[in-house]
């Protein structure tokens, strides 16, 4: 055989073969390069572990090459080293991908041994990928090409004998190959070389196992052998990642322990004033500044945020939970839950606490019973949020939450998007959501998060669309698969879901694909439950162990680390810019309010509202500071303008149509004692109230006098004020005090000395005389102008006033006829008067001639009543010694009046004592109760106080806030670098 191979082929080959542990006689044998590749090379990559590249050490490099004795056993013994090298040094790829999930702990990785010797042994990632894509590549052509291939039973069972007995010879050859390698290490150039026997019994071996079977029965073995060998490969990789991911949450767990001892240590010596924030809250504190911007420069929010967006019910709300590592929003059955924007900031901590940016107090994660308030919490400022019959809001609910080891970012939560409304919600709540949605999209530096339910079909998703269309080229989308247990109950073709993560099966494109367990839907279970079931889950899954998820895809963690770590390179890359584009913007508002309000100083809307609010306060202020003369004079001119019309008409005109004393006093105490009894202390009641709102209105009118007055006040103080005089109520019981106080006034009918008669008839003629200027101002405009005015003024009565005139005088004839006449017309008088005005050539009926009548009577009484209150002037001693009527002189309306006017001073100056002591600082208190109303209503405020001045001073305060607030987070960010 050897002189055969010698003689027809050209190439010497020299080879080492030991057998039973022995030497045996080395012989030259010369072997043709192309067979020894098909027939040797094939049977040694067959057992070789990797079954790869790295199986081609054993391929015949040149066409001569020498292979000395003792040489190829240690040949053999170093290719079985290297290959279980390097299957665990796969193995190892798999812990250094798992030590770089630890990549933010530097103080332990620091306290590491120096490794980088491993860099230049180990595969990478890119390698091993690569080799696994190649051979699910391979299965899937043997698949393809043999689908339906079955062997001959006969031929397989000789088949299945021929490999048995070649398996185990090849390991025999192995094993003494090792053992002789080692007891020949001092003779490194040994000679000995196969026996004919030996090298003939091999290739016999190897020809035979070459050409036994057929060429599918070779590739089927080849395709099983592999499918097995990946299956255990990736099964040995999740156990060593999860091995490996244990170690980690435990030195993780450690390393938190020493970080919160250490913050707790440190809080107790460094002064409050030098700590220093954190860059996820510069960053957060910036985004909060930014939620409420409206800019009209077109200079919008293009900061980076995570904005979490997917199907109602899709499972988003637990994935942020998970990220959280705490169940923080409330759940329902099937209801909408998320009704506005949470906008969520994690940051590490050494409590895991949760608080909202507008409340100081803190949420403690890990007692359920916290963490049902904030659950709570969370529901209630969502339906506060929803107004005006809305079912979703804008407004944005900002929340913090710290703790141990979780990863800095801010995500955003919105309203699922759905697709059919109900009954219980508002008419166009699909498309408010989806326009929310589309908002926080459209920003081109926001990191889509796309929850997708794996449980459901895939053609029952509206956020994929959605998100394709914000996102086309997929440069800032992570696609999230939830549900995934679910799935692989419901599927039964799991290559569906190994389509969705490889960005198949739907039209949208993402950075990364993710297949995520967030439950098993019992709202009762505990973050750690849902994690140890997640990986429980990832562990035993058909799916994963059949090549559909990588492990780099799976669990809520490793998402967590992607979205942490995608969100700070896009800030990284955009917080400059951003930076810039408001500086632009304070330039050009800064120029624009110099060139518009160059003398007035910069106040927002809250700062012109306390100024407001100081100077509304001054002048409750001021209101106090009347004196009790002011106060008492302006009452009795009020009340006294409210009462008049009361007193003549109903209490002096019918006592006085009598000539008969007694009978005028006793027809005035019984008109005076019933409206005293009934509407007189009600009516005073209203007149202080009405006073001290004149009074405060009075003060702020003459502030507006001033020089200083800024009238873009004007709407907010007279708000002010006349909400606080809606509110404010006169005390109950200070009508029951005026009852009595002006029952007893009324009673006293002794006018006690001089001073107090000429005051009664001062006050008679004066009330007198102002009636009487009315009523002729009343006559005046009844009649028309006279005969003077008409050559004077060039004006003519109408043909009413010409009636009227000749009816007056007619009456005015009447009257001087009886001066004492009564205040009504008999029926001949009125038939006198249509006669003689018919006479005149003017017709008129009864009623014309009443209507005329009573201001012509009435302008007569008041003329004999001012005539009277003369008279009674000089009669005051007769009248105190009861002499009065000797004279002739009856002045019971005298002592009317008098009564009248001392009821009303003692009214006043009770009045006075309720303003003073108790409704002034009623006022006050409602005014400031209004104030703190407006200043916590921001609708209002921009209702009272709005134009552009103000809207400018705002934004311009915005824009410095945020500029400044940028600059420091990019300082420390640079500095974090």
Not at 48 to 77: C, D, E, Q, W, Y
Not at 94 to 114: F, M, N, Q, V
Not at 640 to 667: R, S
Request: aromatic share 8%.
């Amino acid at each position: 055989m050897s002189r055969l191979l010698r003689g027809k082929f050209g190439y010497a080959v020299r080879v080492v073969g030991i057998t039973q542990g022995r030497k045996v006689q080395s012989k030259l044998l010369n072997y043709n390069r192309e067979q020894i590749n098909t027939v040797l090379v094939p049977v040694v990559r067959y057992y070789s572990p990797l079954n790869g590249k790295h199986a081609g050490v054993l391929k015949i490099p040149a066409p001569t090459f020498r292979i000395s004795g003792r040489g190829i056993g240690m040949l053999v013994a170093r290719v079985l080293r290297g290959a279980l090298k390097i299957r665990y040094l796969l193995l190892g790829g798999a812990i250094t991908g798992g030590s770089a999930l630890a990549r933010h702990y530097e103080e332990w990785k620091d306290a590491l041994p120096d490794a980088k010797f491993l860099e230049e042994i180990l595969p990478s990632q890119e390698e091993l990928d690569a080799m696994r894509a190649k051979l699910l590549e391979f299965r899937d052509k043997i698949k393809a090409s043999v689908p339906d291939f079955e062997l001959d039973p006969k031929m397989l069972e000789v088949s299945e004998e021929k490999y048995e007995q070649l398996v185990q010879w090849f390991k025999q050859r192995l094993d003494d190959a090792v053992l002789a390698a080692e007891q020949d290490k001092e003779d490194a150039t040994g000679t000995a070389i196969f026996s004919d026997d030996s090298a003939s019994d091999l290739m016999q071996h190897a020809l035979s196992f070459s050409a036994m079977g057929s060429a599918a029965e070779k590739e089927r073995e080849k395709a099983e052998s592999i499918r097995e060998k990946y299956e255990s490969l990736q099964e040995e990789l999740m156990q060593v990642q999860l091995k490996y991911q244990k170690e980690i949450e435990r030195l993780e767990k450690e390393n938190k322990e020493l970080r919160k001892s250490l913050m707790l240590k440190a809080g107790d010596h460094i002064n409050k004033k030098k700590i220093k924030k954190s860059l996820i809250d510069m960053y957060s504190e910036v985004l909060d500044e930014l939620c409420d911007y409206d800019s009209s420069y077109d200079t919008h929010d293009h900061l980076p945020r995570v904005v979490v967006v997917g199907d109602q019910s899709s499972g988003k709300t637990s994935v942020l939970e998970m990220i959280a590592q705490a169940r923080i929003f409330p759940r329902g059955a099937g209801e909408m839950m998320t009704r506005a924007p949470v906008m969520v900031t994690l940051s590490e901590g050494p409590y895991h606490i949760a608080s909202f940016k507008d409340s100081t107090r803190e949420f403690d994660l890990t007692k359920e019973s916290e963490l049902a308030e904030l659950r709570k919490e969370v529901e209630l400022r969502m339906r506060n949020s929803v107004r005006s019959g809305r079912t979703v809001s804008t407004e944005v609910i900002s929340m913090m939450v710290k703790g141990p080891g979780l990863q800095r970012m801010v995500l955003v939560d919105l309203p699922g998007i759905i697709s059919t409304v109900t009954t219980d919600m508002a008419q166009n709540t699909r498309e408010a959501i989806r326009d929310i949605s589309q908002q926080y999209m459209s920003n081109p530096n926001a990191i889509i998060l796309c929850i997708q339910d794996g449980s459901v079909d895939a053609e029952r998703s509206n956020v994929t669309d959605l998100v394709s269309q914000m996102d086309s080229t997929g440069k800032r989308t992570i696609f999230v698969l939830t549900k995934v247990d679910l799935a692989e109950e419901n599927l039964a073709n799991p290559d569906r879901i190994k389509k969705i993560l490889a960005g198949k099966l739907f039209p949208m494109k993402a950075l990364g694909y993710f297949a995520v367990v967030t439950g098993r839907g019992n709202k009762e279970d505990l973050i750690q439950d849902i994690k140890d079931y997640e990986e429980e889950f990832f562990r035993t899954s058909r799916i994963f162990k059949g090549g559909v998820v990588n492990s780099h895809q799976c669990t809520t963690r490793n998402l967590s680390f992607a979205v942490s770590e995608r969100f700070w390179k896009m800030v990284r890359d955009t917080v400059e810019q951003q930076a810039d584009a408001f500086k632009a913007t304070r330039f050009n508002l800064e120029t624009e309010w110099k060139n518009n309000f160059p003398r007035i100083r910069e106040l927002d809307r809250d700062e012109l509202f306390e100024k407001a609010r100081g100077e509304i306060l001054d002048e409750v202020v001021n209101l106090s500071l009347l004196s009790p003369k002011h106060w008492e004079d302006a009452l009795y001119k009020r009340l006294w303008e409210k009462v008049m019309t009361h007193v003549f008409e109903n209490i002096y005109l019918p006592a006085a149509q009598t000539d008969n004393a007694g009978t005028f006093n006793t027809t005035a105490d019984i008109k005076l004692k019933q409206w005293a009894d009934m509407m007189l202390p009600k009516k005073c009641v209203e007149v202080g109230w009405e006073t001290l709102e004149e009074e405060f209105r009075s003060f702020m009118e003459r502030a507006k006098a001033s020089r200083d007055h800024d009238t873009i006040f004007d709407n907010l103080k007279g708000s002010v004020v006349n909400e606080a005089m809606r509110r404010h109520i006169w005390e109950d019981k200070a009508s029951d005090v005026l009852r009595v106080i002006q029952l007893n006034a009324l009673e006293d009918r002794s006018v006690h000395d001089k001073q107090q008669w000429d005051a009664a008839c001062k006050f008679l003629q004066e009330s007198v005389q102002e009636k009487l200027t009315a009523t002729e101002n009343t006559l005046r405009e009844m009649v028309g102008p006279g005969t003077k005015e008409q050559w004077m003024y060039w004006t003519s009565p109408a043909d009413e006033q010409r009636r009227r005139a000749a009816v007056k005088t007619e009456l005015e004839k009447l009257l001087q006829s009886e001066y004492a006449h009564r205040n009504t017309l008999t029926y001949d008088e009125l038939t006198q008067v249509r006669k003689n005005v018919q006479g005149m050539g003017v017709d008129v009926d009864n009623e014309f001639v009443r209507e005329t009548w009573h201001p012509v009577y009435r302008r007569h009484f008041l003329r004999r009543a001012l005539s009277k209150a003369y008279e009674c002037r000089k009669v005051f001693y007769a009248y105190h010694q009861g002499l009065e009527g000797e004279l002739g002189v009856d002045c019971s309306d005298v002592v009317l009046f008098w009564r009248i006017q001392q009821m009303i001073k003692i009214t006043a100056n009770a009045l006075r004592q309720q303003v003073m002591n108790r409704e002034a600082r009623r006022l006050e208190k409602d005014i400031k109760e209004v104030l703190e109303e407006y200043g916590n209503d921001r609708d209002k405020k921009e209702e009272l106080l709005k134009g552009r001045r103000v809207s400018l001073a705002e934004e311009l305060k915005r824009v410095r806030q945020i500029q400044e607030k940028l600059e420091e987070f990019i300082q420390a960010l640079n500095t974090e670098k």
